[in-house]
């Protein structure tokens, strides 16, 4: 058994962070509703940095068990200045 040291918190995870452990897992990608072959294709993809839609990636998320404990926070970076 690993200490909690190196343990992963899984209760604070981003969208994309989930959403690579959900295709990793042994049995989400199942729930998910992808093949071993599909599977085996977003791991390659992921590792390629070529991610699904947001959309996407909630749906299959939500799909195989997982919830999403707090909406997301957005920032406008202070370079963007809005024309007008």
Avoid: C
């Amino acid at each position: 058994m690993a200490n909690d040291s190196t343990m992963q918190d899984v209760s604070k995870l981003t969208l994309r962070e989930a959403y690579s452990l959900a295709v990793n897992d042994k049995e989400s990608y199942k729930i998910m509703g992808f093949s071993r072959v599909r599977k085996y294709q977003l791991q390659q993809n992921l590792r390629n940095g070529k991610w699904p839609k947001e959309a996407t990636m909630r749906e299959h998320l939500l799909k195989s068990g997982w919830a999403k404990l707090q909406d997301e926070f957005w920032e406008k970076p202070a370079q963007v200045q809005v024309e007008g």
